[in-house]
């Protein structure tokens, strides 16, 4: 798919005043994959998949892959449900030195260069360019931000190497960029965070105003031709047990300052948990490009220990069977391994054993591939397909599954339930950014 169109076409509708957006699904969990697959190709929308630089880079990341590896994990997917790569973007998101922030500038910027390359070559098409950050031997490191003029040259430095790659591979290669972050860092606020400030207008200006010029100071003036979107706080954000939910009237003066720059559209982080009606009014104002990630895996976290309660009732008094464990086997990895949730939850011991299980901020993603866990989720849905869950245990623990399931919707396999409780997010963000069929007819056909 040709991405420069993609987002061109975003640029144009809002020009019209028409709502058009993406929804961009920041997983690699293979659930909420499958289940973004499936939905969008049952309402015929083009689906655009991202991976972060602390998820995918050059040395694996968290997940494990590099980006031509998640590349080959997509298509896998995607071949897999029926869902033609075609209809499919891959965006690389922060893609810079951010995994290496705390070693010299030098360094972390040739590892970022290596990246941002690696993403290329793969074949990602969508790159958001984040060189925001610190490092390790700025002088500015006991700041939390970054002069925007060193900020600006590293984005410049990132993007002349990802066009030195594009040159190099066939025609129709280039990528389209993203600039721009939010506030605070990526992956949801920590509890306590101050509140949440809207971009100003005037900062926007100045950023794109500066971003500009360092893509001319580094010879990379074609590639601004093809700069869609910009990274903006429009005013959301999540933490451990709270949503900062958006408000037009706060982002009002940066919304308009958005039609002085008729190529470019807004690209907002952290969406995850907004209303409904908040995402619309997001894609209304101009974020026509809504990034979602942690509530994905947090329903898919609910599925799961919804249908470990489901196994329990059905085989506990069964001593011939093994059970999952799930939930303290995820614990367990948890506890084993406290670096990707430790600074993130605050509070007394159990308020800290809660956050780990039901956090909004969903750190328990970060797990789901350790081998034990993965062992257990497969035991988990192994035990229940081998039979007819009774209709009251869906009703209980999964209501609106149950619901799909009477109305012959959806079939009682679990890993279906589970996929089911994703497609109810992407539900709203396709209705809100104009690519879901009959929602959208509905929801419109409601309007005064």
């Known amino acids: 798919m040709n991405s420069v169109a993609l987002l061109r076409s975003l640029a144009d509708a809002r020009e019209q005043a028409h709502v058009l957006g993406l929804t961009s699904i920041c997983s690699a969990h293979p659930l909420v994959l499958e289940a973004a697959f499936e939905h969008s190709q049952a309402h015929d929308y083009p689906l655009l998949i991202e991976a972060t630089s602390n998820q995918v880079n050059q040395f694996g990341g968290y997940t494990g892959m590099t980006p031509a590896c998640f590349r080959t994990f997509a298509d896998d997917i995607a071949q897999r449900v029926g869902r033609s790569s075609a209809r499919v973007v891959l965006g690389g998101d922060h893609i810079g030195p951010n995994p290496w922030r705390h070693k010299a500038a030098e360094q972390a910027m040739d590892k970022a260069c290596a990246l941002v390359e690696a ?37 410049a430095q990132l993007c002349a190497a990802a066009e030195r790659t594009c040159a190099d591979m066939e025609a129709g290669t280039a990528p389209v960029y993203v600039i721009g972050t939010e506030v605070p860092t990526p992956g949801g606020s920590h509890e306590g965070d101050d509140g949440i400030q809207v971009t100003t207008a005037s900062d926007f200006r100045e950023f794109v105003r500066i971003q500009q010029e360092a893509f001319v100071q580094a010879g990379v003036v074609q590639a601004w031709e093809r700069t869609g979107a910009v990274v903006v706080q429009p005013g959301m954000e999540f933490g451990d047990n709270s949503v900062h939910d958006y408000s037009r009237c706060a982002a009002a003066e940066l919304s308009a300052a958005l039609k002085e720059f008729p190529q470019l559209v807004f690209e907002g982080h952290s969406s995850d948990y907004q209303t409904r009606a908040a995402l619309r009014q997001l894609v209304e104002d101009g974020t026509a490009i809504l990034k979602v990630g942690p509530q994905l895996t947090f329903a898919v976290r609910e599925g799961l220990f919804a249908l470990e309660m489901i196994e329990r009732e059905m085989f506990s008094r069964d001593t011939g069977m093994e059970l ?25 011991e159990h308020d800290i054993t809660i956050s780990r299980r039901f956090s909004l901020s969903d750190r328990c993603r970060y797990y789901w591939t350790v081998p034990p866990v993965q062992r257990a989720v497969q035991r988990l849905l192994a035990n229940l397909a081998d039979i007819t869950i009774p209709l009251g245990l869906v009703s209980q623990y999964l209501p609106g599954q149950y619901r799909a399931v009477r109305e012959g919707l959806l079939l009682t396999d679990p890993a279906a339930l589970v996929k089911d409780k994703v497609r109810e997010i992407l539900d709203d963000y396709a209705w809100a950014v104009g690519r879901h069929r009959q929602l959208t007819e509905k929801m419109e056909g409601c309007r005064p």
Not at 128 to 149: N, Q, W
Request: glycine share 8%; no cysteine; net charge negative.
């Open 119 to 155: 993403y290329v070559r793969a074949g990602f098409s969508k790159i958001h360019l984040d060189a925001s950050m610190p490092l390790g031997d700025d002088a500015e490191s006991g700041s939390s931000a970054l002069a925007p003029e060193t900020a600006a040259a590293r984005g």
């Open 324 to 348: 999952s464990a799930l939930s303290s086997t995820l614990d367990e990895a948890m506890l084993a391994a406290p670096q990707h949730w430790m600074n993130h939850y605050q509070g007394r």
